[in-house]
């Protein structure tokens, strides 16, 4: 995913009601962006961040800045850009589904987007192939890192994603295939659930991997001009 233009470069001086952040420009100028994530963003809000920024493509928007890299050490190793706009991950995915870059996926030919499934839910892919059981996609974000190398999911209670696992389990055991990808928005070796954070996410995840759920981990790729799904990682609770 190229960045339609050149992302402008500031620094953080505070992120607050989760979706505003306040950036000094490079030329001085104080602007609000909007910051497309949730989560509790630990280790990733300190003031004085390098952060990169896309313009809206709306014009007549409010906010007309988008706030997508951060540059910091995370876990305290060395500096590296991370994604933190949460609305990317699904764009990511759809175009490595579109490319057959992603192997347990590629031999699906027909991919829909946000289809309603479930307990009044959507997922973010359904997967299609004649013959074959449909498969049922979820795309999580994640973006923190407490250990060098080692990526966590959630950042904070994700009782949401929490219930998109055990609908998934019910997609299993209705004889449909169902899967998660975390899209790590940054450079790591391996991942795992930030079962101190969230138990009950937790929980859920182990509760699915029993149901024949099926989990997978891609690192990005990530420079100021794109961002793209680069490799799996191994996803310590499948040890």
Request: glycine content about 6%; aromatic content about 8%.
């Amino acid at each position: 995913m190229r960045f339609s233009e050149p992302l402008i470069e500031g620094r953080l001086v505070q992120r607050y009601k989760r979706f505003l952040a306040d950036i000094e420009l490079a030329s001085g100028e104080w602007i609000t962006a909007h910051c497309a994530n949730p989560g509790a963003m630990l280790g990733l809000k300190e003031p004085g961040c390098r952060v990169l920024l896309s313009r809206a493509s709306n014009p007549a928007r409010k906010l007309q800045y988008n706030w997508e890299l951060v540059e910091v050490a995370a876990g305290g190793g060395p500096d590296q850009l991370i994604g933190i706009n949460t609305s990317r991950p699904n764009v990511l995915v759809a175009e490595a589904l579109q490319e057959k870059r992603l192997a347990p996926f590629a031999r699906y030919d027909r991919i829909r987007p946000e289809v309603k499934y479930g307990r009044n839910s959507r997922i973010d892919f359904l997967l299609e192939k004649d013959g074959e059981p449909p498969c049922y996609l979820e795309v999580k974000n994640c973006h923190l890192m407490r250990q060098p190398g080692f990526a966590e999911f959630p950042d904070c209670i994700a009782a949401r994603s929490a219930k998109h696992l055990y609908e998934l389990t019910d997609m299993v055991a209705a004889g449909a295939r169902a899967a998660l990808i975390y899209v790590i928005q940054m450079n790591a070796d391996r991942f795992d659930v930030a079962r101190d954070i969230d138990p009950a996410y937790d929980k859920a995840f182990r509760h699915a991997l029993a149901a024949g759920v099926e989990s997978y981990a891609y690192v990005c790729r990530i420079s100021p001009d794109e961002i793209t799904i680069d490799h799996p990682v191994e996803i310590i609770t499948l040890r």
